[in-house]
């Protein structure tokens, strides 16, 4: 099974005190930092995906909550891509997994779905006081807006409350 604590012992091994401080003023970010390339973090991603895949939604989204709660940008980072990797697991009502997965206590195995709609949801991650959680509120959105507009002024409203963001969002 993934070990989350291993990654970051790798990350923390690979990572450049010279190369933290710099990306830490870089991306204007509170969090800390490991100083490791992202290639680094996608590397990672690969070789997990190899050695310990994951097959179940339920532990996606516990070990994806875990990387958000993590004080560590790469750590979260590889949250990031550990969703898009396993993205085939998850479900519509999945968008921003970290309060899906509170709400629902999946990450502790509770039982039971979301008792808000994904609109809602997304409204209320658009706000959170997690970086990563209100960048991936806007992105659910920007696959739909490609098949059609029913989103658009939802994106626009989320967008123009992060135009102000401190974090590199690209």
């Not at 996606?60 to 396993?86: A, H, N, P």
Request: aromatic share 12%; hydrophobic share 40%.
């Amino acid at each position: 099974m993934l070990d989350l604590d291993h990654v970051a012992r790798l990350f923390a091994l690979d990572g450049s005190a010279e190369r933290a401080p710099r990306q830490k003023s870089y991306l204007k970010s509170d969090l800390d930092f490991f100083g490791v390339a992202v290639p680094v973090v996608r590397g990672a991603i690969k070789c997990e995906a190899r050695e310990n895949p994951i097959s179940e939604r339920a532990v996606l989204i516990q070990k994806s909550v875990e990387c958000f709660d993590s004080t560590y940008f790469e750590m979260q980072l590889f949250g990031v891509f550990l969703l898009d990797r396993y993205s085939g697991l998850l479900e519509p009502e999945d968008a921003g997994t970290r309060r899906s997965a509170e709400q629902a206590g999946w990450a502790s195995g509770g039982q039971g779905k979301p008792s808000t709609s994904v609109g809602e949801m997304l409204d209320a991650w658009s706000t959170d006081e997690n970086f990563w959680v209100r960048r991936y509120s806007i992105l659910v959105l920007m696959a739909g807006l490609v098949r059609d507009e029913k989103y658009w002024e939802r994106f626009v409203r989320y967008a123009d409350s992060m135009i102000e963001e401190k974090e590199f969002f690209i």
